[in-house]
């Protein structure tokens, strides 16, 4: 059978190109995004259908998805990928971390909230969450974004634990720097981890290429940047020193803004 494949976030970034990826193996493809021009055009580009819908709206999440199963019968394969950045810190706006709350961590919930009861115990389903490398790590210049993106990372550990066993495979998708308008506009780009990012950044077809084949397998965490990996480990291993770092990255930001 086609595969049938779900994508938010996809009007550009990364998004499109899991649905230009997916579409390229033959997949039949439903493009989301809260741009409905941006969704339209991707859709057009992969022959797929297009839905505009705010992933952050849990009645926009049932809609799609129930346009998910009356167009394409069902879902195989739901690419939760819709993400947003802000630049800042503690002082941060209330409206902007709920914000990033609603986007980074409850679209996931509102995905899963309306297709588990579809998918439990009916065979092999699988979901891949964009998490970014940010949810093993941190970022350096958005509170917000850090921290959202480890309770992203933690409700995808969940659900791999909780129903692994009943037909549903969760998979982290977690990049460093990715060349989408995330990383390189206004106040976003200029941090110390947009900096430090941007030297190792992958274009977003390179990061869908390994995704791709990631979901042929099970494995939970899909790293497009290898070395995140052994960042993880030392942070794990060596807290204090992995900290100790990311101060110094910190003070040497500042210290060239100076």
């Not at 969940?158 to 106040?187: E, F, K, S």
């Amino acid at each position: 059978m086609t595969r049938r494949v779900v994508v938010t976030g996809a009007g550009g970034g990364i998004g499109a190109a899991l649905a230009r990826r997916f579409a390229a193996d033959g997949a039949r493809v439903i493009v989301s995004d809260l741009n409905a021009p941006a969704a339209r055009q991707i859709a057009a580009e992969v022959g797929g259908l297009a839905v505009a819908a705010d992933a952050a709206n849990e009645d926009d999440t049932r809609r799609l998805i129930e346009t998910a199963f009356a167009e394409l019968g069902g879902v195989d394969l739901f690419c939760s990928n819709a993400g947003v950045l802000t630049a800042g810190d503690e002082n941060t706006p209330d409206e902007a971390w709920q914000r990033d709350f609603s986007v980074n961590v409850m679209s996931h919930v509102y995905v899963t909230r309306h297709l588990l009861p579809r998918w439990l115990d009916q065979g092999s389903h699988r979901l891949l969450v964009t998490v970014s490398a940010a949810g093993l790590l941190s970022i350096l210049g958005s509170a917000s974004y850090a921290v959202t993106k480890h309770a992203a990372l933690a409700y995808a550990e969940w659900l791999r634990a909780t129903y692994a066993h009943r037909g549903l495979i969760v998979q982290a998708l977690c990049p460093q720097g990715v060349r989408t308008d995330m990383l390189t506009r206004g106040n976003e780009r200029d941090s110390a981890s947009a900096r430090l990012l941007a030297e190792g950044a992958l274009e977003p077809a390179e990061v869908a290429e390994v995704a791709a084949k990631a979901i042929e397998g099970e494995s939970f965490l899909i790293l497009p940047h290898p070395e995140v990996a052994d960042y993880y480990k030392l942070r794990a291993t060596d807290t204090d020193r992995w900290l100790g770092g990311m101060n110094k990255i910190q003070r040497a930001f500042e210290g060239d803004r100076a």
